[in-house]
């Protein structure tokens, strides 16, 4: 059963463009929310996070906005460069546990 | 600081062999997780283990799989006997208690059992 899910798999976009990549889930007693990128082999990494007491949340040329209404999360990069090319997790963490429930990942290319 | 370290990058065994997967944490991290990445299911949460303990071990498919910690700059992912739809990406990941939403990944083992 996923609880965070990541419909698109993939997405283009040209250089200097905006990205926006979407996240939707399920459980609502998911408290904190995190996007991670990774790049081919190589281990996922922290980009940016929001609690759910939080409707956005800034830092740099990432943005994360999310609607606790819809369960809809979505991450903003702008503009987009070729380096962020890779393939981005939404992750969720749920009230009194110690994990993170992971989605699918969408797979972003940026187009010189 | 070095990150946390996975060992075998890559691994290719045949059906019924045994396979054991190695991490070593970042230092002074208190929670070591253990994941797999398949294209359908994205990242799962195998076992986590907090101060060498395991915590929650819900996620291992079958008694074919099994995590040990016997210190904390040490763990073992084991799977025996492999099969084919064990192929996958493994990744282990470690936090500091007080950020534990904010997890740092190994590089990974791809294994493939052929």
């Known amino acids: 059963d996923q609880q965070v899910k990541q419909n698109s798999p993939s997405l283009s976009v040209q250089e200097g463009r905006i990205s926006i990549l979407n996240c939707d889930y399920t459980n609502s007693m998911f408290d904190y929310f995190l996007w991670y990128k990774k790049y081919p082999a190589e281990g996922p990494t922290f980009l940016i996070s929001i609690s759910s007491i939080k409707d956005k949340n800034e830092d740099g040329r990432f943005t994360v906005f999310l609607n606790k209404s819809a369960k809809h999360l979505s991450l903003h990069i702008v503009p987009s460069q070729p380096g962020d090319s890779a393939v981005y997790f939404c992750a969720a963490h749920k009230t009194g546990a110690n994990n993170l429930f992971f989605g699918t990942g969408t797979r972003l290319t940026v187009i010189p | 600081d070095a990150g946390v370290i996975q060992s075998p990058r890559h691994e290719v065994t045949e059906m019924g062999q045994e396979v054991t997967l190695r991490c070593k944490p970042i230092?002074?991290?208190?929670?070591l997780f253990w994941y797999r990445q398949t294209m359908m299911r994205g990242l799962e949460l195998l076992i986590y283990?907090?101060?060498?303990?395991?915590?929650?071990d819900s996620g291992m498919p079958e008694d074919r799989f099994s995590a040990k910690m016997p210190n904390a700059s040490f763990s073992t992912l084991k799977i025996q006997p492999s099969e084919p739809r064990d192929s996958a990406v493994y990744f282990c990941?470690?936090?500091?208690?007080?950020?534990?939403?904010?997890?740092?990944f190994g590089p990974g083992t791809r294994l493939t059992v052929t």
């Open positions: 990941a470690s936090s500091l208690g007080g950020r534990k939403y904010e997890q740092y």
């Open positions: 230092s002074g991290h208190d929670y």
């Open positions: 283990f907090n101060n060498n303990v395991p915590i929650d």
